[in-house]
């Protein structure tokens, strides 16, 4: 029963991170092609994806899947340096400071900041939103990258999720962020006017539209969004699979079929949601999801309460009965007891 729920709240995790990303792609892309953002080019886009999964679980092509990450990796930095250069620089630098020192400062008072007098749903719909996307994400993603990471430290682990994903985390913010915001301030542009009329994926673009060769942004804006796409739905489809085989051994690939019945699955309600948007008039399909990845949270930070127990009672006997150093260098084994 665990199992089922854990399964079901990752999914629904990674099915808000593809529903939120299509209606963008589609947005940047009816701009290139110059056509219409219509229901059938967002559902093109998620066929496209779909057929990226399909073939990505074969091992040819999946041993491609690294540089592809690697090569989306160095594009976006290529991107924000760019984006930092062409836009007001020191604004972005100095409101990425005064940023980082206000999070320091007030981290308590927003952590428990409900908005209860207020009440205008920013926290709700985006502060707890986006906590909640994490913590549906943690226990695969948890497995994802135990999986990849034989022969390596806990504290190589931990700094590669806990420092530098958070620093990607604060760089894309901070730059793409502050980039609106310096052409709002200093430019004359009107995005936070607009964005009941054109919507958040609409004022994507039009933030994009600003910064010199357009076209090429908006271009390099939408390999990004796939790839970041791709390449996380590859694995969370594969850390799935792993999950729910049977028998599975350490060594042991899931098989191929399995993954792609999973790629296919994040694709197949997507494609749903896309039709009851296109179906039911007035419908805000992200304030549904929003909703849908908050709720199913819920059961996944129990589970991660008790699995942080587990894994001290675990840790601890494991030191007791020496059995860890088995798995450690001969230098630091005083570190963990003695015989």
Not at 60 to 77: E, H, P, Q
Not at 305 to 313: M, P, Q, R
Request: hydrophobic residues 50%; neutral net charge; charged residues 10%.
């Amino acid at each position: 029963m665990l199992d089922a729920i854990m399964v079901f709240c990752y999914f629904m995790a990674m099915m808000t991170t593809v529903g939120i990303g299509t209606p963008v792609m589609g947005e940047l892309a009816s701009s290139l092609l110059g056509i219409e953002n219509s229901f059938a080019l967002k559902i093109g886009i998620i066929i496209i994806f779909c057929l990226f999964f399909t073939l990505s679980t074969s091992k040819t092509i999946a041993k491609g899947m690294g540089r592809i990450s690697d090569f989306n990796v160095w594009l976006a930095i290529a991107f924000f340096i760019f984006v930092l250069i062409v836009g007001d620089t020191s604004f972005i630098l100095n409101n990425i400071v005064m940023a980082i020192g206000t999070n320091i400062r007030e981290f308590v008072r927003m952590s428990f900041n409900s908005d209860a007098i207020a009440q205008t749903g920013f926290v709700q719909n985006w502060t707890i939103f986006y906590w909640a996307w994490y913590v549906a994400l943690t226990f695969m993603c948890g497995l994802w990258i135990a999986r990849t990471s034989y022969g390596r430290t806990f504290r190589e682990i931990t700094v590669a999720n806990c420092i530098w994903a958070v620093l990607a985390c604060w760089v894309t913010f901070g730059i793409l962020g502050n980039y609106g915001m310096g052409q709002e301030l200093f430019h004359g542009q009107n995005f936070s006017g607009v964005i009941s009329e054109v919507g958040n994926n609409g004022v994507t673009l039009l933030v994009l539209q600003t910064m010199p060769l357009p076209k090429l942004c908006i271009f390099v804006f939408m390999i990004l969004i796939f790839f970041n796409l791709a390449t996380s739905a590859t694995a969370n489809g594969t850390a799935l699979s792993m999950y729910t085989s049977k028998g599975l051994k350490a060594d042991e690939e899931p098989d191929s079929w399995y993954k792609t019945f999973w790629c296919v699955l994040f694709m197949i309600i997507p494609v749903g949601i896309l039709l009851l948007e296109h179906s039911v008039e007035g419908l805000n399909v992200l304030s549904t999801i929003q909703s849908l990845i908050t709720i199913s949270s819920l059961p996944v930070l129990v589970a991660l309460v008790v699995l942080f127990w587990s894994f001290g009672k675990v840790l601890r006997k494991d030191i007791s009965d020496g059995t860890i150093r088995q798995y450690v260098d001969k230098s630091k084994e005083n570190k963990w007891g003695n015989d």
